[in-house]
């Protein structure tokens, strides 16, 4: 009755295809990354003999025994991090997308160069003021949370994650926009995560580097 992961993943990678030809971007500069959250490990299984190997996950501790049953797989923190999952968090995974406040960057700091462990981060930035619901860090909090993380060795700074409420679509070229006046700031490239299942054409036309997709990937989740 519903279409296998194979088919759902060739018609996403098709909707990946036309929305950079529209937007004049080659489409292996956009990462698919599949968000594994509430689907059955097998279903994971059969995305990596697909060639996937990096998955989205929202619960640290749902995530660190993911983790432990498929040590060879990387799994990327996309849900909100409370300070006392930090250690966990950064043991189970590869690269944590949700920093968003300056006390979380200086444990993380911490943590990483005691156990000489590096992990790569992003901020997730909340420029719709829905900080109490999602997490995110406000703009008017950016600089702050940016000192915070100086320029940690351990915690190289990849850009900014977001997850604007959903239907409003200016959203994706104000994070465009964001990006543009850090990278000229900070004298880096800088990525932007943001582009879900419902709105990936919209988030690669503004210049996404990463889609982040649960639904139409997986399949409705359990
Ligand atoms: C669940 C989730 C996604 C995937 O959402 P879909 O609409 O199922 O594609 C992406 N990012 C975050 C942060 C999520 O929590």
């Given amino acids: 009755m519903t279409a296998g992961l194979p088919d ?6 098709a909707r990946i295809q036309r929305a950079c030809e ?6 292996e500069s956009v990462e698919l990354l599949p968000v594994s959250k509430f ?17 989205g996950e929202n619960y640290v501790q749902e995530g660190a025994a993911r983790a432990k049953a498929a040590p060879d797989l990387d799994f990327l923190l996309i ?8 250690r966990l968090a950064l ?4 690269e944590i997308l949700t920093l968003d406040r300056p006390e979380l960057a200086q444990r993380l700091g911490r943590i990483v160069a005691e156990e000489g462990w590096v992990r790569p981060v992003w901020i997730q930035v909340d420029l719709w003021d829905e900080a109490t619901k999602a997490g995110g860090c406000p703009e008017a909090a950016l600089d702050g949370l940016l000192d915070a993380l100086g320029h940690h060795p351990a915690l190289p700074l990849q850009g ?3 997850l604007p409420p959903p239907g409003l679509t200016a959203a994706f070229q104000q994070l465009a926009t964001l990006r543009e006046r850090y990278e000229q700031r900070l004298g880096t ?5 943001m582009g879900m299942s419902g709105d990936l054409e919209a988030a690669i036309a503004a210049g996404s580097d990463q889609i982040r997709i649960g639904t139409d990937f997986f399949g409705s989740r359990t």
């Fill in 8 to 13: 759902r993943i060739s018609a996403l990678q």
């Fill in 22 to 27: 529209a937007a004049g971007r080659n489409p």
């Fill in 39 to 55: 689907q059955d490990i097998a279903l994971v299984r059969e995305a990596v003999a697909l060639g996937f190997h990096r998955f």
């Fill in 79 to 86: 849900g909100p991090l409370q300070r006392n999952k930090a």
């Fill in 91 to 94: 043991q189970t995974f590869r």
């Fill in 160 to 162: 900014f994650m977001a």
């Fill in 189 to 193: 490239r800088l990525k932007l995560s």
